[in-house]
């Protein structure tokens, strides 16, 4: 594939996510997502498309092709790494994580992107406890510059400074009156083609709304209608918290 | 001769399908089966400018998979039997999900007329939406209907006319992005080559191999040379995958739901600016689901619902009571008067009359029973019942969707049984089924209201509750105990639609309370009629005995079951003939009483009050409250599983009934 600048890369990623979230992708979404002039939007599509990784023709949708697909698929993969890194293993909060990642993704390379995906991945393989111990251990250290012996040497499954964690949501974490975009239904669950037919698909916006009197099942509002379902249900879907 | 025109009518729960299926065919409609399954199948006619059309009501369903055996109904038949005209009823207030169905019908390639029901609510939130352009792109008619009103039923009915006369309409095509058309193309070739179910759509056909349906690919495995088709097809989603990186049928359930979203998008603008205004239904979900008043209310309404169906349905009883007494003595006057021989008059009165009269009587309070359960569903009650019991049902081994049939259970365990059916894993149906029998239905009301009336009359509600809330206590213990010895994994899931509330319409109400009510006389004039028959049959023989003496075969057979029953309190001959005899229809325990005691109305009442104690009586209804299903409902059961879970299902009730009654009368002559 030919070089693409760390502009078109971005265009690229943007057309990806935008079609993720089930949406057509038009020239104004991609102005409104990156926050530029439509007619840099239209020149960059064009340079994407005679380099044969996009689409633009019909009814002004923009799609990708196989090859762009793949180059976006990349560059996005890139980021999510970059993303979980910064945001779950060093803290840092979601919206600087973001950014620092749409910056740093055009320049590192697949080696780095590699060993921190690895990295990133063996935390998710601790114990929970053993997780939550170090990410708090790690948290203390970065606030007081130092580590006390009585905390590194704390009883397992003690749970502390909560706020500080990093949060893995699935839906069944919410509480009552927080959005949220869904991201994915885990593909293995066997509620996956009911929940697809009854338009829980990626990107579509969903509210918790209420939890039933005995704490379980919990309701929440999707496409305008009211749907419940029990927490270890909702525990299928990833969602992507939303402010 | 004109041919009949076929119509299909589909549509999402709550959308408003039964209404409009009421607004068309009006009386003209009757209640089935769907042939090998117990799905219930309504069909009916109309005529609309001179010639008749069949209609048939679909189950109400999301989609076309086959995950759930209503969506297999639905499918089968729009495949199999080929409607001339499939009518979609849209929540217009919900149009996106709605149409989702509809453009899975499009996908199928039948002939569609889509009905955008409830039109009124959305003019009331402020929202319009654009009827031609949303006709335009789906290239089908689309008819505003506010079925509750009977509005847009005549340009419903011009609509299906007008489209049946086309011959294929459908152009429709939603354009899943490249990558999958190729293959879809591709694929659309070997099917065309090998000649493979042809005489289904081949796109429909290919998207639905693609999202790996379960019962099309069973289909396409029974055929001769399929290795070379489910190969090239598993190729294909194992590439397309990779190539999305994640799941193909989430990638092609999202691509339709995409096209929905910016359809609706251009159709639908907003009028007013009310925006997130709270709409009437969180309101009242507030009150209703909340923390601490949900239980409460939800309690409350059972009770209330039960207070009302014996302060209303009493009186009225007390009359057809009374009309029956009296036809009774006017053909036994008038036969005498003939000089009829007396078994003639004994097998009319006594037989006929008495028995049929004692399960009429009870008429009003099933009618009554089914009149609130269908304002329970028809204003949305039920799921939000079902929501704040789930964790209850749950824990007992069930499902949220479980109390649905249970409900009905109240009612008639045979339509409860026949609910189980909404219940996807065959796990949480069979257990669902084998305890509804527990479930106190209206045909025990008869014996609770004849013994609690005698017995208990000024706490009469409070000891038939007790009954009920017997009966659910068991059907507890009794599912967890089958969960644990029969189904030791995990359950299946609870996903289910809270609809908006809505003032059930009357029409609807009306039209299920006659419905079931009707089922119930049919049983009443069929099963029990015999029964009551056979009876009388062996109260008189042998021949020239005096009617139901002990002498006579009843009396025989109830001696020699009679001393099993002392342990409880009730080891008369007569009352272990009834409960023989409860086993055909549990209604007609009371008749049998009624026969064998040769008494009816008030002197049946002062005969069991010299024949039971109080307790005794308290332990004769919890007998006839758990012991055996009735013939009907065994026969249901057996219908809805096999003879295995039907032996279970008797066996058990059986032996607990006659250990709760046992109990019940040991237990309560320490104290009293």
Redesign the interface.
């Known amino acids: 594939m030919n070089f693409l600048s760390p502009s078109l890369e971005d265009y690229l990623e943007t057309i990806l996510i935008n079609?993720f979230r089930?949406?057509?992708v038009r020239v104004k979404d991609i102005v409104k997502s990156l926050n530029v002039k439509a007619s840099s939007v239209i020149g960059a599509i064009k340079i994407l498309s005679s380099k044969g990784l996009v689409?633009h023709e019909?009814y002004g949708y923009i799609?990708?092709?196989?090859k762009g697909?793949?180059a976006a698929?990349k560059i996005y993969q890139k980021h999510q790494v970059l993303f979980n890194f910064f945001h779950k293993i060093l803290g840092i909060d979601i919206k600087a994580a973001i950014k620092d990642a749409c910056q740093v993704e055009h320049y590192i390379g697949e080696e780095t992107v590699k060993k921190i995906a690895q990295l990133v991945e063996f935390t998710e393989t601790l114990s929970p406890q053993k997780r939550d111990l170090w990410f708090s251990d790690f948290h203390n250290f970065i606030k007081k510059g130092s580590l006390n012996q009585k905390e590194i040497t704390r009883k397992k499954g003690q749970k502390e400074e909560k706020k500080t964690m990093p949060l893995v949501f699935t839906l069944d974490k919410l509480k009552i009156g927080q959005k949220a975009a869904i991201i994915?239904?885990n593909?293995k669950s066997?509620?996956?083609?009911?929940?697809?037919?009854?338009?829980v698909?990626?990107?579509?916006e969903i509210e918790v709304?209420?939890?039933?009197?005995?704490?379980?099942?919990i309701?929440i509002k999707i496409?305008?209608?009211?749907?419940?379902?029990?927490k270890?249900?909702a525990a299928h879907i990833e969602v992507e918290v939303l402010k | 001769m004109k041919k009949k025109i076929k119509i299909a009518l589909a549509g999402n729960p709550n959308s408003g399908k039964t209404t409009v299926f009421n607004n068309l065919t009006g009386a003209r409609q009757h209640v089935g089966n769907w042939p090998g399954v117990t799905v219930e199948k309504k069909e009916g006619s109309f005529f609309y400018e001179g010639r008749e059309f069949d209609i048939i009501d679909l189950p109400g369903i999301y989609s076309l998979t086959s995950h759930s055996l209503d969506e297999k109904v639905a499918r089968d038949f729009l495949l199999e039997e080929k409607p001339d005209v499939v009518v979609v009823i849209i929540d217009a207030s919900n149009l996106e999900r709605n149409l989702y169905l509809a453009v899975q019908l499009l996908e199928l390639e039948v002939n569609l007329v889509l009905s955008l029901n409830m039109i009124d609510l959305v003019k009331k939130k402020g929202m319009k939406i654009d009827m031609e352009e949303l006709s335009r792109v789906m290239n089908i008619p689309v008819i505003e209907t506010i079925a509750n009103k009977g509005k847009g039923m005549d340009e419903l009915k011009a609509a299906i006319k007008s489209s049946c006369n086309q011959e294929k309409a459908v152009t429709f095509k939603i354009d899943y992005n490249n990558d999958i058309e190729k293959e879809v193309e591709k694929l659309s070739q070997v099917l065309k080559e090998k000649k493979i179910l042809e005489n289904y759509s081949r796109r429909w056909l290919v998207l639905k191999l693609l999202e790996q349906d379960e019962n099309i690919l069973e289909k396409v495995k029974k055929l001769e040379d399929k290795d070379e088709v489910t190969n090239k097809i598993t190729e294909t989603i194992t590439k397309l995958e990779k190539h999305f990186g994640y799941d193909l049928e989430t990638a092609i359930v999202q691509r339709r739901y995409a096209f929905l979203r910016g359809l609706v998008k251009e159709c639908c603008t907003h009028v007013v600016g009310i925006k997130e205004r709270k709409e009437i239904t969180d309101k009242i979900d507030q009150i209703v689901t909340n923390k601490f008043l949900g239980i409460p209310i939800f309690l409350g309404l059972m009770w209330a619902s039960f207070q009302l169906v014996f302060t209303l349905g009493s009186p009225l009883a007390d009359l057809i009571d009374a009309f029956f007494g009296w036809v009774g003595e006017i053909i036994s006057l008038g036969l005498t008067a003939l000089s009829a021989p007396g078994w003639i008059s004994s097998l009319l009165v006594d037989g006929i009359i008495g028995g049929v009269g004692s399960v009429l009587v009870f008429l009003p309070n099933i009618l009554l029973l089914f009149l609130i359960i269908s304002v329970l569903e028809g204003s949305g009650y039920m799921a939000r019942a079902a929501f704040i019991m789930d964790r209850v049902m749950h824990a007992m081994g069930l499902h949220g969707k479980s109390f649905i049939p249970m409900m009905l259970g109240f009612g008639c365990n045979i339509p409860g049984i026949m609910a189980a059916r909404t219940l996807e894993s065959e796990k949480d149906r069979i257990l669902t089924i084998l305890v509804n029998p527990l479930m106190s239905c209206a045909a025990r009301l008869p014996i609770y209201t004849l013994f609690a009336g005698v017995f208990f009359a000024r706490h009469q509600g409070l000891v038939v509750f007790s009954l009920y809330f017997m009966g659910i206590v068991l059907a507890i213990v009794v599912a967890r105990i089958f969960k644990s010895i029969f189904f030791k994994q995990e359950i299946a899931p609870l996903i289910m639609e809270l609809p908006p509330y809505r003032l059930p319409q009357v029409k609807s109400v009306l039209i299920h309370m006659w419905e079931k009510g009707s089922l119930f006389l049919k049983k009443a004039g069929t099963i029990i009629f015999a029964g009551v028959i056979i009876i009388w049959v062996l109260a008189s023989l042998p021949p020239g005995v005096e009617y139901a003496a002990k002498e006579s075969l009843i009396g025989k057979l109830g001696s020699l079951i009679a001393p099993l029953f002392s342990l409880a309190g009730f080891g008369t001959w007569q009352a272990a003939v009834s409960l023989l005899f409860g086993i055909v229809a549990k209604e007609i325990v009371v008749g049998t009483l009624g026969t064998l005691y040769g008494v009816e109305g008030i002197g049946l009442k002062s005969v069991i009050l010299q024949q039971f104690t109080p307790l005794s009586a308290y332990a004769f209804m919890a007998m006839s409250l758990i012991y055996v299903p009735c013939i009907a409902a065994i026969a249901t059961i057996k219908k809805e599983t096999n003879w295995k879970w039907t032996a279970l299902a008797v066996g058990y009730s059986l032996i607990l009934g006659w250990i709760v009654a046992v109990l019940i009368y040991q237990i309560g002559s320490l104290f009293i």
């Not at chain 1, 799609?63 to 196989?66: F, I, K, Q, S």
């Open positions: 079609s089930g949406k057509v689409n019909k799609e990708l092709t196989a697909n793949i698929e994915k239904i593909p066997v509620i996956k083609k009911q929940l697809l037919s009854m338009g698909v990626p990107g579509i709304c209420k939890v039933a009197p005995l704490g379980d099942p309701d496409k305008g209608y009211h749907l419940s379902l029990r270890e249900e």
